[in-house]
């Protein structure tokens, strides 16, 4: 083109390449060939006169086709002179079309990755062979309060406080050695907010090419699946105890009646005999407990709704209670003379477990006061016992699954009488609560629709 960027000749490459054949463009400005939006920007000029200032030029933009379609192109401006001096320049353009698709799409996907990366809530981190740390996503920085370039930190010196026993450090030592990554190893760290947590450590070979010799860790936080781990042995370990009790009494009673068979000594035969039907009572009454929980906690359980007269249901639940504690006495009061819906069986069981509770904990009083009060849409139950009382900082928890207040651990139980009772009135649609002070007895309370 000449120095007004008028289009003197081209060659066949060109042609070849944007369609254009001589007589489309000779004697046309060379900003044609530009897109609308780089004509606006005024880059067709800006190219001329950096190529008359300074004798050539370099571009990297959008050159339009014949055909309209929009390509990538590398453009490189010469000022050249004829034998006669006549001034003209020389524009050598490569089609870098697919090239810079390539790249956009390389770059697309880098930061699809670093995005997938940074929302990963494992920590993942690259090492080298020297455990330098190449490469780390954002939950590394939230764990070790990294403010620095992670890539300056060596990740053996890094993790050395809380790895006591090097166990980490030597298995990744190992698996640069062996070639060969491992699984699992749990450690406990110190987040940046100051909270103990339990993580677990794994790590592999990278196999890309560009990565080798690289490794990639991962830790994982696993606190709440100790946690639980460790309250299912606390509960397995806490049920077998219980369940001891019980059974030792009626081995025990089992030898002593059959020495007493042997020595024809019925009234100790008989007390031991009745000794062992307790015993397989509270064995009984525990495992339905642990049956009923299991299918609760897993939604399973179901009522089966009838229309029963309120108070009938309150004194069949005294009498049962009655029987296995005659030297209690247990006071009724107000009016519970109603129709209710709901499922009695179940009810009983809610109102036995309050009694048993209220005896139990009575610490040798004898008088447990059993209120009942309805209005137009409710019936309300209060169990009273005037014995040791909760304290207000395990109040709160009273109705949780296997608590069991400190002062009532030496006591019989296994901790899923109240949760039990919890869950089936919530089932009613109703709710529980609890009013206690410490020494000085509580009262236990649930309310449920007419």
Known sequence: ????????????????????????????????????????????????????????????????????????????????????????????????????????????????????????????????????????????????????????????????????????QNNIKNAISARKGFSNIPIEMETSAGEKRVFDVSCSLMQQSSWENHLLVVIHDITVHKQVEREREDVIGFVAHELRNPLANLVLCNEIMGEAIKENNREEMDDMLQRSKNNVARLNRMIAELYDATRMNSGNLKLDISIFNFEDMIKEAIETVEVLQPAYNIVVKGDGNIEVGGDRYRLIQVVTNYLSNGIKYSNGRTDVILTMHHDDKTITVSVKDEGLGISPKQLPYIFERFFRAEKTKNLEGIGLGLYLCRQIIHEHNGRVWVESEEGKGSTFYFSIPR
């Open 1 to 168: 083109m000449d120095k007004n960027g008028t289009i003197i000749t081209i060659n066949q490459a060109f042609t070849n390449s944007f369609g254009y054949e001589h007589e489309d463009v000779i004697g046309k400005n060379v900003a044609v060939l530009f897109t609308e939006e780089d004509q606006n920007k005024g880059l067709p000029e800006k190219e001329l006169r950096d190529v008359l200032n300074k004798g050539q030029g370099a571009d990297n933009n959008y050159l339009v086709a014949k055909d309209k379609t929009i390509i990538w192109v590398s453009g490189e401006s010469v000022l050249v002179k004829n034998d006669e001096g006549k001034v003209s320049i020389l524009k050598i353009i490569q089609n870098i079309h697919q090239q810079k698709i390539s790249e956009i799409s390389l770059q697309d996907l880098n930061e699809f990755n670093e995005t997938i990366l940074g929302s990963i809530e494992d920590v993942v981190i690259v090492l080298d062979e020297s455990m330098n740390v190449v490469k780390a996503n954002r939950a590394f920085s939230r764990l070790f309060k990294n403010e620095t370039d992670a890539q300056r930190i060596n990740f053996a010196e890094l993790i050395r406080r809380y790895d006591v026993f090097e166990e980490v």
